[in-house]
């Protein structure tokens, strides 16, 4: 593993955090600005006897890591909005099967095949309820090269700890962005292992939950007889298609998310003491959105920041604090308004909320959202 200070773009040091955080296996199609996160993985890899596969498309990029993950390895897969597109069905299959995986998504403008090269975050609702059916899944965002790094260690850290997809929703701008990236010492990083059974295999069942309600796993060729399958299944693994077999599985699918979603959630704050108005951004716009605050603040205006860190779940609890409290808040997006619907639904008629619209290709300019702010404090 590389160690020490790196000049790194953000693809580049996402592929040495997957590594960092014990990948092993890795397929994926090409697909801008996403390739280079894998064209790295493929180098690299081998040298720690991994594997990467180049698949036909995205949709059996998704599949061959669901299957290698249950053949015991530690698996991701990147695309961009097209191919995150094709593979929301095996979103909600890794949900339903309880597979852990990693998934990045470097956005760019859309729809459709859109800005292929050019920066979005349009992306942002589908990757929470892209796929049919009631599940729940994990997805941080990062704004830095070293955010990239550090992610890709916490979302394989998640998946395997709440077995459940997890997502890593960079954009373009990031993806590409070329800054200093720290690696620290092995020794200094912190990895979750899987969570294997200990019980002998007359005793296992592959979807019985633990007192956390999260299953342990097996390997596929450990002399343990496992079913995974999409269907609503019992504990065993095999298809029960009754109501309540439904609500047994598909509820504690939702609540092994649910009932940990203050623990999960995390921002980044910054000036929100005395602040009357609260600007709410990610990705790269939270550093465009950065610039902006501090020439209000040269005006005399109180703002902050507040920067979801893992988007879903949402900071309803910090949102909910924070509208008891202040004016506004000023969502800033790369796209015409998607994660703004959240703030609105915790905010409540407790402050106003505002958008700051830009629908991609490029980045806000702080000026836009200045006015948003001035705005915002009438």
Known sequence: MLTGAHFLDGDQAACEGALAA????????????????????????????????????ELASSMAVVGATWGG????????????????????????????????NVQR??????????????????????SHGDYEIIALCPNSPQECFDQMIEAFNLTEEYRTPVLVMMDECVGHMTEKVVIPPAEEIKVLPRRYTTLPPSEYQPFRPGPDGIP????????????????????????AMDWRAQHKLVSRLVRKIRDH??????????????????????????????????????????????????VWPFPERRVRELAQRVHAFV????????????????AGDQARTLLVPHGGGSVH????ILKAIREAME
């Open 73 to 104: 390895a530690k698996a991701f897969t990147v695309t961009s909005g097209p191919g995150f597109s094709l593979m929301m069905e095996h979103v909600g299959y890794a949900a339903m099967t309880e597979t852990p995986l990693v998934l990045v």
């Open 216 to 239: 342990e796993m097996v390997k596929a060729g450990d002399g343990y007889r496992i079913h995974v399958t999409g269907l609503t299944h019992d504990e065993q693994g095999y298809p």
């Open 22 to 57: 014990g990948a092993n296996f890795a397929a994926g199609y090409p697909i801008t600005p996403s390739t280079e996160i894998v064209e790295r993985f493929a180098v690299r890899v081998p040298t720690v006897g991994g594997i990467f596969l180049q698949m036909e498309d």
């Open 261 to 310: 979603a203050d623990r999960i959630a995390r921002c980044e704050e910054d000036g929100l003491e005395d602040a009357d108005v609260v600007v709410v951004a990610y990705g790269i716009t939270s550093r465009v959105a950065q610039r902006a605050i501090q020439m209000a603040r040269a005006e005399g205006l109180r703002v902050g920041l507040l920067r979801p860190v893992v």
């Open 331 to 346: 969502v800033v997006e790369m796209n015409y308004g998607q994660m703004v619907y959240e703030v609105e639904r915790c």
């Open 365 to 368: 300019e702080p000026e836009e």
């Open 109 to 130: 403008g859309g729809p459709s095949t859109g800005l292929p090269t050019l920066p979005g975050q349009g992306d942002m609702m589908q990757a929470r309820w892209g």
